[in-house]
């Protein structure tokens, strides 16, 4: 168990949807990245923020967005949700930038 | 930009013997960090062994160790005494040793190790 907590496990959704991801980062952890596991892209990193603010962004497509609350747990919005967009979402988190991440166990998302 | 190369996109090994994968990485930077992750079939994200680019010694965890060879950029895992619980999918991953927009983790495409009994 790394510490990292993330809800929903599994989410099953229609295309022109929009879901909500949640990501508990480990406690004292000031830093989240979103990554983005695929069979067509494999792992890719999304995005980052640190203490709640954005600090780089990747591969993420305008109908994502992310943000970190106050209390650090953070949430990636995903909008018209495109069959495409069925992947492992996996948030990780770490002590400050450049340290160890450690991952959560993933949001398996389905798009029907 | 960086990239890692996984060209191994299988492996096998018997139970009890050893086995390396490879992975290769192009970079124009000269420090920074290199990982490798276990993804089992419960697709959790492991972390199995971190190597600073700026330490000449390679790192090793238990069973796990690394041969470094920074100069041909090449970073593969050597897994010894193989156990069945060792059977899932390896990635390779980057990091840029210095902060701000490059904190990502880069990954290759995945090594998916079978132990045989």
């Known amino acids: 168990d790394s510490g990292v907590t993330q809800t929903p496990k599994h989410l099953i959704t229609a295309t022109g949807q929009r879901v909500t991801l949640r990501c508990s980062p480990r406690?004292?952890?000031?830093?989240v990245y979103w990554y983005q596991q695929s069979l067509d892209q494999g792992l890719q990193f999304l995005i980052q923020?640190?203490?709640?603010?954005?600090?780089a962004k990747g591969n993420i497509l305008e109908r994502f967005s992310a943000q970190q609350f106050p209390d650090l747990h953070s949430e990636l919005n995903l909008s018209s949700l495109e069959l495409g967009d069925s992947a492992l979402y996996f948030c990780?988190?770490?002590?400050?930038?450049?340290?160890?991440?450690?991952f959560g166990p993933g949001t398996r998302l389905t798009v029907l | 930009a960086q990239t890692v190369t996984q060209s191994q996109p299988e492996m096998s090994v018997q139970e009890a013997e050893t086995v390396t994968l490879s992975c290769t990485y192009d970079?124009?930077?000269?420090?920074?960090?290199l990982f490798w992750y276990k993804q089992p079939p419960s697709r959790q994200m492991i972390l199995v062994i971190r190597?600073?680019?700026?330490?000449?010694q390679n790192a090793t965890e238990n069973r796990f160790s690394v041969n470094f060879q920074k100069a041909a950029k090449s970073f593969s895992l050597k897994i010894s005494d193989s156990q069945l619980g060792d059977a899932a999918m390896y990635f390779c991953?980057?990091?840029?040793?210095?902060?701000?927009?490059?904190?990502?983790?880069?990954f290759g495409t995945g090594t998916l190790l079978a132990v045989q009994p």
């Open positions: 990780a988190s770490s002590v400050v930038q450049g340290n160890e991440q450690f």
């Open positions: 406690s004292g952890d000031l830093s």
């Open positions: 923020y640190y203490n709640g603010e954005e600090r």
């Open positions: 970079t124009s930077e000269s420090d920074y960090y």
């Open positions: 190597q600073e680019a700026y330490k000449q």
């Open positions: 991953a980057y990091r840029s040793l210095y902060g701000g927009a490059t904190n990502k983790l880069i």
